[in-house]
């Protein structure tokens, strides 16, 4: 007489699929989760997406094999984002320490303000758009404009996250430097046409009159009205980016102030 095998170790997969479906206690998922021999990999998966204890699936996302591996980090991404909006910081940090997707981290940072944390995020988180987001959030500015400035004048990132950069820089220093040094001439385009704007001496509210005293901000302080001051681009992409190698020609309108870009245009060729 052999010894019973529980319903989700059948070898109909159907039922036991259907068993992982009807089970909710947590350490019998992560018991069938972490199963390997003769049990379905879509059971096994099944019992990831049931799963709700962040602490099992950061286990299983750390030690599992690849492809259930892949399916806890995606559970686990998809519960944090669920909680952070009502998230206070001491969880946001707890999350922090757990995800290492770009753009879960990106929302976390909008509404994280520790310090400490952010200080950190912006100095070594291997996404370069993270740590942009994360050095615009510190108190600090000196610190916050060196990083952007390395940012700026990193080579092996997309073109236009460091135009994006460039744009955040308001150390005149620094803006000297990305228009001299940076191996991207569309990075020191940017970076001339940045001075050239902080070095006009702020605008005059079409609105209102009022003459406002900024450099990287085109909205009025006396009325609120937006004051773009837009110049045509037309640049070539040439880069290695996460589709792949090929050449993006963009165009449009760019504002010499702040960066706003409109009508934008992509013309991709492969």
């Not at 500015?141 to 950069?165: G, H, P, S, T």
């Not at 970076?191 to 050239?196: D, E, H, I, L």
């Not at 209102?208 to 937006?226: I, L, P, Q």
């Amino acid at each position: 007489m052999g010894f019973f095998k529980p319903a989700w170790q059948s070898k109909d997969y159907e039922k036991a699929l259907k068993a992982v479906l009807n089970e909710a206690d947590e350490i019998k998922l992560a018991f069938i989760a972490k199963a390997k021999g003769e049990t379905f990999i879509g059971v096994r998966k099944a019992a990831v997406k049931r799963l709700s204890d962040q602490n099992i699936l950061t286990d299983i996302a750390t030690n599992g094999e690849s492809d259930i591996k892949y399916e806890a980090k995606k559970r686990l991404n998809d519960l944090i984002l669920l909680q952070i909006k009502t998230a206070d910081q001491n969880t946001l940090i707890n999350f922090v320490k757990k995800v290492d997707n770009s753009s879960i981290l990106k929302e976390i940072i909008k509404r994280l303000t520790d310090q400490k944390t952010l200080s950190d995020l912006a100095k070594s988180e291997k996404h370069a758009g993270v740590r942009l987001l994360a050095a615009e959030k510190l108190i600090d500015n000196v610190v916050a404009q060196e990083i952007i400035f390395k940012i700026a004048m990193m080579i092996n990132i997309d073109v236009n996250l460091r135009e994006e950069a460039v744009w955040k820089i308001t150390a005149p220093q620094f803006l000297i430097k990305v228009e001299k040094n940076a191996n991207h001439e569309y990075v020191r385009e940017a970076a001339k046409k940045k001075r050239q704007g902080s070095e006009s001496g702020g605008f005059k509210c079409k609105n209102c009159g009022h003459m406002n005293n900024k450099s990287h901000a085109c909205y009025c302080d006396n009325c609120g009205t937006v004051n773009h001051s837009y110049i045509s681009f037309n640049q070539t992409v040439d880069e290695n980016t996460d589709w792949g190698f090929g050449k993006d020609t963009l165009s449009g309108e760019k504002c010499v102030r702040c960066g706003d870009r409109k009508n934008t245009k992509t013309k991709t060729i492969r």
